[in-house]
């Protein structure tokens, strides 16, 4: 991130802990910082990742807890926010996109409603004002005839229409910093290149912050500028995207030669020292 430029999200020693008899600890002294910019969170499933972002979204369940140095969005501290304010920090300025529409998307309501709905609470657009954004955003994010889309129900829709319905509800009230959480873990390969080829585009366009969470770093190093690893709830390695093929840390070295690829099909995959990289941390 340019030093020039302050931070979108200033994150210091960001931690998640299990309440109980015997308070565990999820994610471990967290700290980075982003401006306008696309950075993935990568790491093997339960290294945390999505648990972080639900932290920086304020939707931590109880009996997690959330404690930082420092959590700033815009300058604004948002470790003392009560639920009213993190709802309209939620509906406004930060936008999450989840991995399957199936789940996410309510299935009876209508596309029109579900995508007007943050508007509804967020804005203070009349009906016709907000009926226009609507169509508008369903056409921006690449959907045909979004009068008629509109009318339609979750179980009409395709995996892919889906999933672009899901990135038109959330960037229906403009956002600044947009999380996508494994946003193509249910589509098929040429689908996840289209989707993630659009948040690209849409983020640039928006001049938006991305986090993009996967554990998919051929992807990552397609679509995002810089990257953070997690490994058990930690922070281990942050690099450059283009750095990813020469990857120093020995997970982020593991984690990038594991890549399926036609290359190594029938060959035996690397495999992780856990005992050694335990030693590093």
Known sequence: MPTDNPPLLAVDRLSVTLAGPQPVTLVNNLSFAMGQERIALVGESGSGKSLT???LMGLLPYPLTLSARELRFGGQDVTALDDNQWNRLRGTRIAMVL???KYALNPGKTIGWQVEEPLILHSRLN???RREKVLAMLASVGLPDPGMLSRRYPHQLSGGMGQRVM???ALIN???LLIADEPTSALDHEMRDQVLNLIEKLVADRNMGLILISHDLQQVAEHCERVLVMYRGQLVDQLSAA???RAEHPYTRTLWACRPSTATKGQQLPVLDRAALEALR
């Open 53 to 55: 972002a639900r932290a």
């Open 167 to 169: 990135l038109a509800i």
């Open 174 to 176: 403009d956002p600044e």
């Open 127 to 129: 009906r016709r004002e």
């Open 243 to 245: 750095e990813l093929p």
């Open 99 to 101: 991995q399957d529409p």
